[in-house]
């Protein structure tokens, strides 16, 4: 009963829940992403280039023989993720250049001074009329 609890406890932390989050929007993210490196950026590339298409782009090693496929070394592929993997990281880059920024420009930020106790007011009340 003891070892169920501490699994509960560790995984309904607010910690464990917020990196799930960050798992699934970060799978979703690189989703986005090599869509965008495969069907908008490689073509234009390839376009560039002669009308490569990169994804294409392989080296034979043994040709196919009696219904055994052939060995290729598919290094367009390579490329691809190569591409893929700077945008993302270009990306989380940026996000996390914005995120510092703003934590600067919230630390910056002068504190309100503190308001005086009840204590305090009364006894500048007792002060200021002592004055008069």
């Known amino acids: 009963m003891g070892m169920l609890k501490e699994f509960k406890d560790f995984a309904v932390k607010g910690n464990m829940v917020d ?4 798992i699934i929007i970060g799978a979703a993210f690189g989703k986005i992403v090599s869509s965008l490196v495969k069907d ?3 073509p234009a590339v390839g376009v560039l280039v002669g009308g490569v298409n990169f ?8 040709e196919a023989q009696d219904g055994v496929a052939a060995v290729t070394i598919k290094y367009g592929a390579f490329i691809q993720t190569v591409i893929d993997f700077l945008i993302v990281a270009m990306a989380i880059f940026v996000a996390v250049k914005v ?5 600067k420009k919230e630390e910056e930020k002068p504190a309100e001074p503190a308001k005086p106790s009840n204590e305090e007011v009364l006894l500048g009340e007792i002060r200021d009329l002592l004055k008069k």
């Open 55 to 62: 994804s294409d782009l392989a080296i034979t090693l043994k």
């Open 19 to 22: 990196m799930a989050v960050g």
């Open 99 to 103: 995120i510092n920024s703003m934590k």
């Open 40 to 42: 908008v950026i490689m």
